[in-house]
């Protein structure tokens, strides 16, 4: 089953900027589409930027025009660069991946089809 590692979250203040990193635990990440979302505290789901098999990139309302989503499939990696961060970017974030969707939306909208496929996750808080 595919897993993922997440790094690089942390306390930050806002307006400050964090890059998340996710390792895939196989090879051949380049046959998946792979996605960030993150859970609230108040345990909800936000997807925010999902990748697919293609290339083709979503952003979620909340994060689009301050997040960069970005993979590297020949080290089996995912990339979330965040900027400009605010208090309402608390959360958990954790990388997820699925099969190849015919457009990428619904992935960050309704979830990876195969919700095991995905990292224990890293805390993000952003407060000054």
Not at 2 to 24: T, Y
Not at 48 to 69: E, H, M, W
Not at 109 to 117: D, E, M, S, T, Y
Request: hydrophobic share 30%; charged share 20%; proline share 6%.
């Amino acid at each position: 089953q595919l897993r993922f590692v997440e790094s690089g979250g942390g306390l930050v203040q806002p307006g400050g900027s964090l890059r998340l990193s996710c390792v895939a635990s196989e090879s051949a990440l380049e046959n998946y589409a792979v996605g960030w979302f993150r859970q609230t505290p108040e345990n909800e789901r936000e997807g925010l930027s999902c990748i697919n098999k293609d290339g083709s990139i979503y952003y979620g309302d909340a994060v689009s025009g301050r997040f960069t989503a970005s993979r590297d499939n020949a080290q089996n990696t995912v990339y979330l660069q965040m900027t400009n961060l605010t208090p309402e970017d608390t959360g958990i974030y954790y990388c997820a991946a699925d099969r190849p969707h015919p457009t990428i939306k619904p992935m960050c909208v309704l979830g990876p089809r195969r919700p095991g496929w995905r990292g224990q996750g890293t805390q993000v808080t952003v407060s000054s």
